[in-house]
């Protein structure tokens, strides 16, 4: 198979590993209050163990995209797919919270880390056209978790406990992922010029080339990289915008629930929200190659803070469903464009270190949902003042994306000199 066309498998297996690894660490929301009933620990004890999750996420993604710049993606990958099926069965075993905290939280963390920069890197790697729409298709499929893992995870606790409902979510996860994670290859114009075929062919002039795949000059050194103006700003913005879907994302189950709606239904929210975050991926994609992923990342800032406030108003089935469907299309389909912005401005040969840097800013951002919205919960029993943050830290991730400025190339050239 041709590079042209092995590109596309790289994206199918990217899609199903993220489909799966993120699934599996989001069956914690599904589950949340039946642990709580079963097991006596408080909601935001529980909600700890997700915070811990993304900040180990935030430790991980940094560490595993260095590595996988190092070695190459695979054993990366393959490396996170085993521990990430056996931290999911370790977990199910646990009798006190300490210990769920830091098995769920720590190695599930750590495991889902290593999937998702290095796999967003590798794909970037593959494509100089249609990137934006290739990095929204992987991103899509890791949306696809609140349309399968989650109503999967449902249906499961309906049926048995939900230590038996982990334990088979584990299971899943080792039979697709490590075989999935097979078929994931260096992208070719990382590999050594022996190792590559030569070909005069458009195609292959298209992905072989490093200096066709470089956002900036290949000499850039990391700590350049990590200095400059552009990897700040975006670190920030990531962090902020993850902040402000990350309580709504984790606790929107728990508030229809405690808004009357029953669990199936409830779940049935977080997949509509999924839903509409695979259309906001791929649109958002597309937009993004025809105005450019900057623009179209600030805008969707933007109306990203107005999503999770609308929130604030919803009650019955039919508000949270029109909500949430509004909501998961923008949260959605702004996130694959930090990876896009990410290539189109640093060394390709740094990719997996610095799509690991803005992912462990998001990750930070992450950590603050789940247990800002237990706190609140906790002490005021209601969710409002959830929403109504998290709008305004989305202003603020606005204001700072407002403030990035493409790393021009003849700018990149005097830093190195």
């Not at 989001?26 to 209050?33: A, K």
């Not at 993604?61 to 797919?81: E, K, T, Y």
């Not at 334990?167 to 114009?189: E, N």
């Amino acid at each position: 198979m041709t590079d042209k066309h092995y590109r596309w498998v790289i994206v199918a297996a990217g899609g199903l590993l993220g489909c799966i690894a993120i699934g599996a660490m989001f069956c914690l929301p599904v589950f949340l209050q039946i642990i709580a009933r079963d097991t006596g620990w408080s909601v935001t004890g529980i909600s700890s163990a997700m915070t811990i999750g993304f900040l180990a996420m935030a430790v991980g993604s940094i560490a595993w995209g260095n590595l996988s710049d190092r070695l190459g993606p695979r054993p990366v990958v393959l490396a996170g797919s085993v521990l990430l099926a056996l931290s999911l069965g370790l977990a199910s075993l646990s009798t006190s919270l300490p210990a769920f905290q830091l098995v769920f939280g720590l190695m599930v963390g750590t495991a889902t880390a290593a999937i998702m920069a290095p796999m967003m890197a590798c794909v970037t790697g593959w494509f100089d056209t249609h990137r934006s729409l290739a990095v929204s298709l992987v991103s899509a499929g890791m949306g696809m978790a609140p349309m399968t893992v989650a109503p999967f995870a449902a249906w499961l606790v309906t049926i048995t406990d939900w230590r038996s409902a982990m334990q088979v979510i584990a299971a899943l996860a080792a039979a697709v992922m490590i075989p999935t994670a097979l078929f994931v290859r260096r992208a070719p114009a990382l590999e050594p010029a022996t190792a590559r075929p030569a070909s005069n062919s458009p195609a292959s002039a298209a992905t072989d080339t490093p200096a066709a795949c470089d956002g900036a000059a290949s000499d850039m050194s990391l700590a350049q990289v990590v200095r400059s103006p552009q990897f700040i700003i975006l670190c920030l913005t990531s962090f902020f915008c993850c902040a402000t879907h990350s309580g709504p994302i984790f606790h929107t189950v728990s508030y229809a629930v405690t808004c009357g709606i029953p669990m199936i239904a409830a779940v049935s929210i977080y997949s509509i929200e999924g839903l509409s975050g695979m259309g906001g991926r791929i649109a958002f994609g597309l937009l993004g190659d025809r105005f450019g992923a900057k623009q179209v990342l600030v805008l969707g800032l933007l109306a990203q803070a107005f999503g999770a406030l609308a929130y604030v108003f919803a009650g019955g089935l039919g508000s949270f469903y029109a909500v949430a469907a509004l909501f998961g299309f923008i949260y959605a389909g702004v996130m694959p464009l930090y990876a896009v912005i990410a290539r189109e401005n640093f060394p390709l040969k740094m990719m997996g270190t610095v799509i690991g840097g803005t992912s462990m800013a998001g990750s930070l951002g992450m950590a603050t949902g789940p247990l800002a919205g237990g706190l609140i919960y906790d002490a005021l029993a209601s969710y409002m003042w959830l929403y109504i943050g998290s709008f305004a830290i989305g202003l603020c991730a606005f204001l700072i994306a407002m403030t990035f400025k493409p790393m021009a190339r003849r700018e990149t050239a005097m830093a190195v000199a």
